[in-house]
C-alpha cells in the first residue's frame, strides 16, 4: 500500500514512484509483500544499505534520497537471483535496479570511476575496454579458415556472429573466438562477423541505469543488422544475448538470437562423431545468470560437456536456478573495487571454492566474463593447480583436434 | 562572474596515428578525434565555480573534429551559451590563427576569466593558454591545480602546482586567463540519456570570427615515429616465463636481497 | 650581446639553482658552440647573486632583483624577461619545461610575437636557421620544426641535455629594470602533505598507471611492492582519481625519482611522467601496447598485461627469494 500521507522529505528522487509505475513492469511494485525474499537471496545482500526489500518500500515512502546516494545502487551484479525466487514475480533486476540507476545518474550522482570508464569507453568507442574500433578484427589475424566481413561484401549467411568486446580485444577470450570460428567452418555453417563496424549490443550499460547509452548503441546496431541477410544471430556473451532476446524488441529491433551454447546443441548430433579426442577431466559447469536464470537454458551447455568423451559431468551443490553468480553481470565487472570497499565480497572466489569441493579438475564456463574472473579467483584461493577454467568451446575444440592448429 | 571556457579538439590517441604523404603533419582525415583532457578539466572546473557561487559558464570550441559530441555533453553538464567558431579546413588551424580567432571571439563575450587546459598533446608551439592571454591584455597563470572563489567577485585563489606534490596558492585579480591541469574533482560524468536530449534542445550560435591566414615562423619538416634502436629489450614468452628472466635478471642485479 | 648570443632562464628549487637549469646550460653551451656568441643565464628573485657562483658556467650572468620577484609573479617576471632580450637580443632562448617555464616561454614569445617551441628534446642551428626536434603527441611521435625568426623562444624536456660543468668565468651583472606588481600575486607555499612515505628516496618503487584499470586491481602491485620491498607510487592519472595521495604521484608535477629499480605498470610513459622517472638505475616497463613511449625510456619491455604478469612475477620472487 501506498503511504498516501507521507510528505516527500527532499526532492532529490521526487517523482521516482510515480515514473517507475510508468514503466511497462514497473506497476508490479505495488505488490511487494516486503517478505524480504529477495534481501535474502542477494548474495550481496547483507553488505547492501538497501537491498531491493528497501529500495521498494523507500519508493513507495516516497524518500528516496537516502537511497539514491548509497553506494547499494552499484552493488548489484544482476544475478536475477531475487527476480526468479520473488514470490510476486517482480521485475527486480530488469526493473527496479536500472531504474533506482537511471535516477541517480539523472540526479548527478557519479557512479564508481572504473564504471565511470566503462560507460564512457562503450559511448566513445563501442566497446567497454576502450580499445581502439579499427583493432576490433584483430583476433582472427593469421586464422586458418576464411572470416567473412559483413561491413565490407554483402552476401548471405546462415549466421551473423556478433563476436562481442571481451572476445574480439581481450587475449585469453581471443582464443576461445578463434575456436569457434573454426568450428562452425567445420560444421559447414556459413558465417559472417561485423569486423570493425561492430559495436557492443549494450545490456550491460542498461543494467547500469544507462538507458540513453542502451537506446544509442540499440539505434547504431539496428541500422547495422537490419543491411545484413542472415537466419541468426549468434553469440558468445550471454548478457548481450540477453539484451538482443527481451530489449531489442521493446525498440523493434528484434532479431532471431541464440547464444553459442544452443546453437551447438542444436547442431549436436553433427558434432558429436567431429569429438574424437578424449578429454579426460573431471568437469563441473558453471551455470551464468543470463543464459541459466534469466532464460532457463540449463540443458543445452550440459549436453555439449556430455557428448565430450572422457568428460565426468558432476554438479556444484548449487547449480542450475540455484548456481551463484560470478560477479561480474550489472556492471559487476568494474565494480569489485566498489564492492569490496563497502563490506561485499567477490562472488567468484566464493564460486571458485564451490567448484572445487566437486572434486572436477575443470571449471566449464560459457560465459566470456567468467574465464578471467574465474582464473584470477583460482590464483587467490590457491587452486590454479588443481582447477582449470576452460570455455566450452575450448573443451569441444581440443576434442575435435581443432586446438593444435593455432599456430599464431 | 562570467567564465568562458575553451574546448579543444585533439587527435585520439587510441588509434594509430598517421601523417601526411609529405610527413609534414598528421592525416587528420583519418584520425579519431576527443576533447582535450585538460579543456575538459577546466570546464569541470568552471562548472564547480558556478556552483559555488554567482557565475555563469560558456563555452567556446572551433568546429572541428568531433566537437558536436564535445559540446553536446557541455550543454547536459549545464552549459548554457556554446559559441563555435567555423572551420572548414580538414586540419586543425594553427596556434597563431586559433589565437587571433579564439581573442575575436572571448573579446565579444566579455569573459571576467578565461579557463583553458594547460596543455595539449599536439600542441608543438607552447601553451596556447598563454597566447591568448597576452592577445586579450590579460594576465596568464598555468599549471594549475584547483581554484577558489572569494567573498570578492573580481579575485580569486588559484594554485599553481610546484615539484614534489608541492601547490602555491596565488590571488587572481580578474580578468585573467587560468591555464588548467586539473579542476578540484575529475570531469563529472552525464547521463548519456542527458546528452541526447541536449541533442534535441541545444542551440548553439556561432562566432563571427574571419578564419585569417597563418604566418607562424614556424616550419614543420618532419613528423616521424621515434626511434627505438635503443628503446627497451623486449622479454618475450609466457607470464611463467618472463617472470622466471625478470626474477633472474633482479637477482643478478643486487636488487633482489 | 650578439644576435648569437644564447640565454638560458635559471630557476631557484628548494633554495637552489635547479637541476633543470644546469641541463638549460648544456644545451645552451652546446648551441652557442654552434653559433659563436656567448652562453647568458638570467636568473630573476631577490638574491640572484647567492646563486652565481652555480650559474658560473654562462659566460655572463645577468641578475634583476626586486622584491616584486620574491615568488613568481607572471607580470613581472614577463616585464624583466622582456627588458633583457629586449637588452641582449640573443638568438635563442632556451626554458625548462617547468611549473614557470611553461608559462614564461609562451607569454613571452606572445609578447614578443617571436616563434615558442615546446617539448624540445634536442636542436641544432645552421646558419641562421635554428631546427628543434619535439616529442609530439604524448611521446608517440617526434616532430622536426625550424626556424629563422630570432630570438626563438624554447622549452625543453629534462633529462635531454647534460648538465653544464660548473666551472667557468662567467661575469655577473646585475641589470635594473622597473617592475610592475601585476595582478596575479604569490600568496603562500603549501607543501605536499607530510606523513606519507617519501618515495623519493626509495631503493625499489612499483608505479601503476592507467592501464591499472580498476582502483581494485592495485593489490597486486602492492603486493609486488611488498615482494621486492619497495613503495607503490603513480603516474598523475591515478592521483587525479584519489587512488593514491599526490605525495606518490611521480612525473613533471609531482615527484622527480631515482630509484635503483623502477616497474612501470600499465603506464604509457607520456613526457610528464617519464620526466620523474628518466633517472631510475633499471626500469622495466610491462604495457599490452607495443607502440607504448616508456618502450623507449625502459631496460626491459613486457608486452604482457599486467594483470596476468604481475601475480606471476610476485610468485616467483618469493620462490626466489626463499631460495637465495
Avoid at chain 3, 607510487?233 to 604521484?249: F, K
Wanted: hydrophobic share 40%; glycine share 8%; with cysteine.
Amino acid at each position: 500500500m501506498i503511504d498516501q500521507a507521507a510528505e516527500p522529505r527532499s526532492c532529490v528522487g521526487e517523482g521516482f514512484l510515480e515514473e517507475l509505475l510508468d514503466h511497462p513492469e514497473g506497476h508490479d511494485v505495488l505488490a511487494c509483500m516486503q517478505c524480504g525474499t529477495c534481501s535474502g537471496s542477494c548474495p550481496l545482500g547483507q553488505s547492501m544499505e538497501y537491498p531491493p526489500r528497501r529500495m521498494i518500500l523507500q519508493a513507495r515512502r516516497r524518500d528516496m534520497q537516502g537511497v539514491l546516494s548509497s553506494p547499494s545502487v552499484w552493488m548489484c551484479v544482476g544475478c536475477y537471483t531475487c527476480t526468479l525466487r520473488c514470490p510476486r514475480e517482480i521485475d527486480l533486476t530488469d526493473t527496479l535496479w536500472p531504474a533506482v540507476r537511471d535516477r541517480a545518474l539523472q540526479e548527478g550522482i557519479q557512479p564508481p570511476p572504473e564504471l565511470q570508464s566503462a560507460l564512457q569507453n562503450l559511448y566513445m568507442y563501442g566497446n567497454v575496454l576502450g580499445k581502439s574500433p579499427r583493432k576490433r578484427l584483430e583476433w582472427s589475424r593469421g586464422l586458418d579458415v576464411p572470416v567473412t566481413d559483413l561491413s565490407k561484401e554483402h552476401v548471405a549467411v546462415d549466421v551473423l556472429w556478433l563476436v562481442g568486446c571481451y572476445p574480439s580485444y581481450y587475449p585469453r577470450n581471443q582464443v576461445v573466438s578463434r575456436h569457434f570460428a573454426r568450428m562452425m567452418t567445420r560444421l559447414g555453417v556459413s558465417w559472417g562477423v561485423l569486423g570493425v563496424k561492430e559495436k557492443s549490443l549494450g545490456d550491460c550499460d542498461r543494467l547500469f541505469g544507462e538507458e540513453g547509452l542502451f537506446e544509442t548503441l540499440v539505434e547504431t546496431n539496428k541500422e547495422l543488422f537490419e543491411r545484413q541477410q542472415f537466419k541468426t544471430i549468434v553469440l558468445l556473451d550471454p548478457h548481450s544475448y540477453r539484451a538482443l532476446e527481451v530489449f531489442y524488441p521493446r525498440y523493434d529491433a528484434g532479431f532471431p538470437a541464440q547464444h553459442y551454447t544452443t546453437f551447438l546443441a542444436d547442431h549436436l548430433d553433427q558434432i558429436r562423431p567431429l569429438l574424437t579426442k578424449p578429454v579426460e577431466a573431471r568437469v563441473t559447469y558453471h551455470d551464468n545468470c543470463c543464459v541459466g536464470r534469466r532464460c532457463g537454458c540449463y540443458d543445452a551447455p550440459r549436453a555439449l560437456l556430455e557428448a565430450i568423451p572422457g568428460v565426468e559431468l558432476v554438479e556444484m551443490e548449487r547449480n542450475r536456478e540455484n548456481a551463484l553468480c560470478c560477479g561480474g553481470g550489472g556492471g559487476g565487472m568494474w565494480l569489485d573495487g566498489h564492492i569490496t570497499e563497502h563490506g561485499g565480497k567477490r562472488l567468484s572466489d566464493e564460486r571458485i571454492r564451490q567448484a572445487a569441493a566437486t572434486g572436477a579438475s575443470m571449471l566449464a564456463v560459457s560465459c566470456p566474463y567468467e574465464l578471467s574472473r574465474f582464473e584470477d579467483s583460482a590464483k587467490v584461493a590457491g587452486l590454479e593447480d588443481r582447477l582449470v577454467v576452460r570455455d566450452i568451446i575450448e573443451m569441444l575444440a581440443e576434442s575435435m583436434g581443432l586446438d593444435e592448429r593455432d599456430n599464431r | 562572474m562570467k567564465i568562458v571556457v575553451v574546448l579543444r579538439q585533439v587527435p585520439d590517441l587510441i588509434e594509430p596515428l598517421e601523417t601526411n604523404a609529405n610527413e609534414t603533419a598528421l592525416n587528420y582525415e583519418e584520425a579519431g578525434f576527443l576533447v582535450n583532457e585538460s579543456d575538459e578539466h577546466a570546464l569541470e572546473q568552471a562548472l564547480l565555480m558556478a556552483e559555488a557561487g554567482a557565475a555563469e559558464v560558456a563555452v567556446v570550441a572551433f568546429d572541428f573534429g568531433d566537437v558536436e559530441t564535445t559540446l553536446f555533453a557541455a550543454a547536459a553538464k549545464g552549459v548554457e551559451r556554446i559559441v563555435t567558431i567555423a572551420w572548414d579546413d580538414s586540419d586543425p588551424p594553427l596556434a597563431d590563427v586559433a589565437t587571433v580567432m579564439l581573442a575575436e571571439t572571448l573579446k565579444s563575450l566579455e569573459p571576467d576569466c578565461v579557463l583553458i587546459g594547460c596543455q595539449a598533446h599536439d600542441e608543438l608551439e607552447g601553451a596556447l593558454g598563454a597566447k591568448l592571454a597576452v592577445a586579450l591584455d590579460m594576465p596568464y597563470l598555468g599549471v594549475v591545480r584547483g581554484v577558489e572563489c572569494s567573498q570578492d567577485d573580481n579575485v580569486l585563489s588559484a594554485f599553481k602546482e610546484f615539484p614534489g606534490a608541492a601547490k602555491a596558492r596565488f590571488s587572481v585579480r580578474l580578468p585573467a586567463v587560468l591555464g588548467i591541469l586539473a579542476a578540484d574533482q575529475p570531469p563529472r560524468y552525464v547521463p548519456v540519456s542527458r546528452i541526447r536530449a541536449a541533442m534535441k534542445s541545444a542551440q548553439f550560435d556561432e562566432a563571427e570570427a574571419e578564419p585569417i591566414a597563418s604566418r607562424t615562423a614556424v616550419r614543420v619538416n618532419r613528423i616521424f615515429l621515434p626511434d627505438k634502436g635503443d628503446g627497451a629489450t623486449m622479454l618475450e614468452g609466457s607470464e611463467q616465463e618472463v617472470a622466471e628472466q625478470i626474477a633472474d635478471i633482479l637477482i643478478e642485479k643486487g636488487v633482489l636481497t | 650581446m650578439s644576435q648569437q648570443d644564447v640565454m638560458l632562464v635559471a630557476e631557484v628549487e628548494g633554495g637552489t639553482i635547479s637541476d633543470s637549469t644546469m641541463e638549460l646550460m648544456g644545451a645552451a653551451r652546446h648551441l652557442a658552440e654552434r653559433t659563436g656568441g656567448d652562453v647568458l643565464a638570467a636568473i630573476l628573485g631577490t638574491d640572484g647573486s647567492s646563486h652565481a657562483m652555480r650559474l658560473a658556467g654562462a659566460d655572463r650572468i645577468l641578475i634583476v632583483d626586486d622584491p616584486l620577484l620574491a615568488g613568481y609573479a607572471p607580470q613581472p617576471f614577463l616585464e624583466a624577461l622582456e627588458a633583457i632580450v629586449d637588452r641582449e637580443r640573443p638568438r635563442v632562448v632556451v626554458f625548462a619545461s617547468s611549473t614557470l617555464g611553461l608559462d614564461l616561454a609562451p607569454s613571452l614569445a606572445a609578447k614578443l610575437q617571436a616563434p615558442c617551441i615546446g617539448n624540445c628534446r634536442a636542436f641544432a642551428i645552421d646558419q641562421n636557421s635554428f631546427k628543434a626536434t619535439c616529442s609530439f603527441c604524448a611521446g608517440k611521435l617526434m616532430v622536426e620544426a625550424e626556424t629563422e625568426a630570432s630570438p626563438t623562444l624554447v622549452n625543453v624536456l629534462p633529462g635531454a641535455f647534460h648538465p653544464a660543468e660548473q666551472d667557468g668565468r662567467g661575469t655577473v651583472e646585475s641589470v635594473p629594470v622597473a617592475l610592475g606588481a601585476g595582478a596575479i600575486c604569490f600568496e603562500e607555499m603549501l607543501p605536499a602533505d607530510a606523513g606519507d612515505i617519501d618515495i623519493t628516496q626509495q631503493d625499489v618503487l612499483v608505479s601503476v598507471g592507467r592501464g591499472i584499470q580498476q582502483e581494485d586491481n592495485m593489490e597486486v602491485a602492492e603486493e609486488l611492492a611488498e615482494a621486492l620491498e619497495g613503495a607503490l607510487c603513480a603516474s598523475r592519472p591515478i592521483v587525479d582519481q584519489g587512488w593514491l595521495p599526490a605525495t606518490r604521484q611521480v612525473g613533471k608535477s609531482g615527484m622527480i625519482v631515482k630509484p635503483r629499480l623502477y616497474l612501470a605498470l600499465g603506464i604509457s610513459g607520456a613526457p610528464e611522467h617519464v620526466e620523474g622517472m628518466a633517472g631510475a638505475e633499471l626500469t622495466i616497463a610491462v604495457n599490452t601496447d607495443p607502440e607504448a613511449p616508456i618502450f623507449e625510456t625502459a631496460d626491459f619491455g613486457i608486452e604482457l598485461d599486467v594483470m596476468d604478469f604481475v601475480p606471476e612475477l610476485t610468485e616467483a620472487l618469493k620462490r626466489k627469494k626463499v631460495a637465495h
